[in-house]
């Protein structure tokens, strides 16, 4: 049996700050959210709007996500890997 794969999808990893942010998180229905809007990140990378900047630095994007009003300011890397930056709103 052949098994078609969807597109591989980006990993995620997090900034120090972001990191110390996601700990900080108690409610469950908060952690749901935020895993909702990772996992938008991780199959589509380019999703969230671009942030102006200096352009000689990875590229900050912003992803918003209104339902579960989550917000993360993230970058991809070369290797379409994303790295949560300093900032997770949930």
Do not use: C
């Not at 589509?44 to 579960?68: A, F, K, N």
Request: proline share 4%; no cysteine.
């Amino acid at each position: 049996m052949n098994r078609q794969h969807g597109p591989r999808r980006a990993q995620i990893t997090f900034a120090d700050a972001a990191a110390k942010q996601l700990e900080a998180i108690t409610s469950e229905a908060e952690h749901h959210a935020l895993n909702r809007a990772l996992v938008v990140i991780s199959v589509d990378p380019h999703i969230g709007e671009t942030l102006p900047g200096d352009t000689s630095s990875p590229q900050l994007r912003q992803y918003t996500d209104e339902i579960e009003r989550v917000r993360l300011l993230y970058w991809v890397t070369a290797l379409r890997t994303v790295a949560v930056g300093a900032y997770i709103e949930v």
